[in-house]
């Protein structure tokens, strides 16, 4: 046995071990949090709240605070500002209510509102924090900046952070930042490199408030937890498509400086919608919990997404908005705004998984209801023998299939997640979601609350709450990364350029819009169910619609013209293009076809990959006239125009395919791989003659067609078939069919639209035979046809 005086030394221990984890616990350290625009309203409406949220889940958990709101108001009226702000703040419904008031007021005491402007305010913060942890002896853990300002101060701000303001060694920093960032992918990564000049990347926080969501946040997590259901599911042969909806009721009244500059893509599709469509889209890393897995795979996602073109679009603008914007920026009368207020977007992603299948986005002011959504429909390929009426809601596949993220607002009022009951019932973690009973007469998406497995957060909470709370912890996975950024505004810049003067369609708002935002897609391409009537000519009476015109036929250098609105025109050439194919699979049991690159032929590509089912491809040979002098994967290459906009679609034999093969041993278009001689001595094996039954040509505003350039001889006489040319527009290497070639064909149809070619199309008109000069004018089958396809704003202006 052990004498007393051994049990009295152990107790002593003991109770030392214990008293010093709690001190260890109490000495994690001193955060100091700086609400920059602390008076704004942001902050108002959800970042005090946010903060208070932050202290309520951490006190008592080992951290002191400091919470200092700054802003350029005065000293005297920001303190006013910040008691009114702090008195109005509220505490979960579940806390008692004297806990609250104690828990608030030592909220108010850690908060204090200073003058923040010049580089000497930043340094006197930083004495005072320093002055504040040597006193009460604490050791500091971090310090975090919340921007809750305009990016045109974010510069002068980090400079002042970073040369004055920064904490000591072994306390990290981490600078909040509000979007927007940027105005397109020059501005981004101009704002990108300025922020990094004073911050590492794992200092900032990037904040997309979508992405504190409960519903969005918990995508990711679903996915996790429901591997083994979904792992056979989530992929193009079982997704019919997906849907991400953000609708708004309110208008752009009293915002419309801020709408006239971003407008709803930059505002809405471009960061939040975009966010979540690589919640959806990206493979699934194996440890959710790695902010740095998680990331990686997000980029890949972007990565993986098809360029956009004008036609993945349409627009809208509610019929007040040009009378706010006169009002609040005193523009003149005659003035109307062409910034969208609607947007609906088609997206794919071009890998294995998901090749093929639909994403839509879509949001949009004074629309009928507020609310969002993210909704995957899952492909229903059965059929059901019984009648409808015996259909049991959790066995029968008959009954739609799809799975809900329901952001908030609309018929349910709250977030959830929903899940077919004819799918499989879901794991959420029971601590955060459970499971809500039907609500009788509630319909979503055409189906009663109760064919769904429905899930609701045990508790709601404000996504910036979430966020800040993620701030706190470090979880980049939350938040935009530079290189997820400018990721972003490089795949919808383009996009953005593309639609900067198109005429969106008007609508008068709310329950009255009735079907005329209705939009439906058609391959890469989406358009408006309802054709609007389009005012060709002012006057009084009914306008005209486009379709009402007849396609003209005229003469054009003494061959055939062919004129019509582009819808028409390209629906013309396309029919021609199929007749031709057939006649010569009847003649001659196959057909050779020459394609152009650039962007006029992509309406044409759609047109023949998703309305010509009779045409006959498996006797087709696909030719290039000419390429870019690039890799055949990168978006540069005209075969890679032709693999998105066509080949994807329909079904030629691969060796009947033939890309001109400007990528070898490892190099592109050098002289001495021969690789002109090589696609010259593949057209001679295998057409007839060297006779293309078809080449489809355009125009340049400079009179070059193919890469046949002006002043520039190669490729416009001699023996030569297949030639490497000079272009003056980058990539300058390029390869080309040569004149004699193309004049060999059988048929050549030059295709050109759009109004830019206007003063092109009179200046050939008069043009006699100057290939030198105007490579176009030498085209002239010897033995064949030359036909002209123009738009009438090509033709006539």
């Known amino acids: 046995?052990?004498?007393?005086?051994?049990?009295?030394?152990?107790?002593?221990?003991?109770?030392?071990?214990?008293?010093?984890?709690?001190?260890?616990q109490e000495l994690q350290g001193h955060v100091s949090i700086i609400l920059l625009g602390a008076t704004g309203d942001l902050a108002k409406k959800y970042l005090w709240q946010g903060l208070f949220q932050l202290y309520l889940d951490e006190v008592g958990k080992g951290y002191s605070f400091s919470f200092h709101g700054a802003a350029l108001t005065s000293t005297k009226q920001g303190q006013e500002l910040i008691a009114k702000v702090l008195e109005s703040l509220s505490c979960p419904e579940d806390m008692e209510p004297g806990r609250c008031a104690e828990l608030k007021g030592?909220?108010?005491?850690?908060?204090?509102?200073?003058?923040?402007?010049?580089?000497?305010?930043?340094?006197?913060?930083?004495?005072?924090?320093?002055?504040?942890?040597?006193?009460?002896?604490?050791?500091?853990?971090g310090r975090i900046f919340y921007f809750s300002v305009p990016p045109f101060a974010y510069a002068d701000i980090a400079r002042s952070i970073n040369s004055s303001?920064?904490?000591?060694?072994?306390?990290?920093?981490?600078?909040?930042?509000?979007?927007?960032?940027?105005?397109?992918?020059?501005?981004?990564?101009?704002?990108?490199?300025?922020?990094?000049?004073f911050f590492q990347e794992e200092e900032m926080y990037r904040v997309d408030h979508y992405l504190g969501k409960q519903a969005v946040a918990q995508i990711l997590p679903f996915r996790d937890q429901n591997r083994k259901a979904l792992d056979g599911l989530w992929n193009r042969h079982h997704v019919e498509r997906v849907e991400i909806i953000m609708?708004?009721?309110?208008?752009?009244?009293?915002?419309?400086?801020?709408?006239?500059?971003?407008?709803v893509i930059r505002d809405v599709l471009q960061n939040h919608l975009t966010e979540v469509l690589t919640l959806v889209a990206m493979e699934l890393p194996y440890n959710i919990s790695s902010s740095k897995a998680v990331l990686q795979h997000k980029l890949q996602a972007f990565q993986a997404l098809r360029g956009l073109q004008k036609g993945s679009a349409v627009l809208g603008q509610y019929q007040a908005y040009s009378r706010q914007v006169r009002r609040e920026q005193q523009k003149p009368d005659s003035f109307y705004s062409l910034t969208p207020t609607f947007a609906g977007i088609l997206v794919h992603v071009d890998n294995l998984r998901w090749e093929g299948v639909p994403f839509i986005l879509m949001s949009g002011k004074a629309l009928d209801e507020r609310v969002g959504y993210i909704r995957i429909l899952f492909r229903n390929q059965a059929y059901c023998a019984q009648n409808e009426k015996r259909w049991v809601v959790d066995q029968s596949q008959c009954l739609p299939r799809q799975i809900i993220f329901y952001i908030g607002h609309g018929e349910l009022g709250s977030p959830a997640v929903l899940v077919s009951r004819n799918l499989f019932r879901p794991s959420l973690p029971s601590k955060s979601w459970k499971e809500v009973e039907g609500r009788p007469g509630l319909h979503l998406f055409g189906r009663p609350i109760s064919d769904y497995y429905a899930y609701s957060p045990v508790r709601e909470q404000d996504a910036y709450s979430v966020l800040i709370s993620h701030i706190f912890h470090g979880r980049?996975?939350?938040?935009?990364?530079?290189?997820?950024?400018?990721?972003?505004?490089?795949?919808?810049?383009?996009?953005?350029?593309?639609?900067?003067?198109?005429?969106?369609?008007?609508?008068?708002?709310?329950?009255?819009?009735?079907?005329?935002?209705?939009?439906?897609?058609?391959?890469?391409?989406?358009?408006?169910?309802?054709q609007q009537l389009e005012q060709l000519v002012p006057g009084p009476g009914s306008a005209p619609m486009p379709s009402n015109f007849q396609v003209l036929t005229a003469k054009y250098r003494e061959s055939p013209l062919i004129s019509a609105w582009p819808e028409e025109l390209i629906s013309k050439l396309a029919d021609d293009i199929e007749a031709t194919a057939v006649r010569a699979v009847r003649r001659f049991g196959e057909f050779h076809l020459a394609l152009s690159g650039g962007s006029s032929p992509v309406p044409l590509l759609e047109q023949l990959a998703t309305g010509h089912f009779g045409f006959p491809w498996a006797q087709t040979h696909l030719w290039l006239v000419d390429e870019r002098c690039v890799p055949l994967w990168d978006p540069e290459s005209n075969f890679q125009g032709l693999q998105a906009h066509l080949l994807r679609y329909i079904r030629v034999p691969y060796y009947n395919i033939h890309p001109m093969p400007v990528h070898l041993h490892q190099r592109l278009c050098a002289e001495e791989d021969q690789g002109a001689q090589m696609y010259a001595s593949e057209i001679s094996a295998l057409v007839t003659n060297s006779s293309f039954d078809l080449v489809l040509l355009g125009m340049g505003t400079d009179g070059h067609t193919a890469s046949l350039f002006p002043q520039s001889p190669a490729g416009l006489d001699g023996t030569q078939p297949v030639v490497l040319t000079r272009s003056p527009?980058?990539?300058?290497?390029?390869?080309?069919?040569?004149?004699?070639?193309i004049n060999r064909a059988r048929k050549v149809a030059v295709l050109v639209m759009g109004r830019v070619k206007r003063e092109i199309t009179m200046l050939v008109s008069r043009a006699g035979h100057e290939p030198k000069k105007w490579p176009i004018s030498g085209v002239?089958?010897?033995s064949g046809q030359l036909v002209w396809y123009m738009d009438y704003e090509a033709f006539l202006g």
């Open 729 to 741: 527009y980058k990539p300058h290497q390029r390869m080309s069919l040569s004149l004699p070639l």
């Open 476 to 530: 980049k996975d939350s938040f935009i990364t530079t290189e997820n950024l400018l990721a972003s505004w490089v795949f919808w810049t383009p996009l953005l350029d593309s639609l900067a003067h198109e005429v969106p369609r008007l609508y008068p708002g709310g329950a009255e819009n009735g079907y005329l935002l209705d939009f439906e897609f058609s391959g890469a391409q989406l358009r408006f169910c309802q």
């Open 106 to 141: 030592q909220f108010q005491r850690l908060s204090q509102y200073r003058h923040l402007k010049t580089n000497e305010d930043y340094m006197a913060l930083s004495k005072d924090i320093e002055a504040q942890l040597q006193h009460e002896g604490l050791r500091e853990a």
């Open 165 to 197: 303001c920064r904490p000591g060694p072994g306390a990290w920093l981490r600078v909040v930042l509000e979007k927007p960032f940027g105005h397109d992918y020059v501005s981004a990564q101009q704002l990108a490199t300025e922020l990094g000049s």
């Open 1 to 24: 046995m052990k004498p007393p005086g051994c049990w009295k030394m152990l107790t002593v221990a003991v109770c030392m071990a214990f008293l010093a984890c709690l001190q260890a």
């Open 780 to 782: 002239l089958p010897s």
């Open 247 to 263: 609708k708004e009721t309110v208008d752009a009244e009293g915002r419309t400086s801020f709408y006239e500059e971003y407008g």
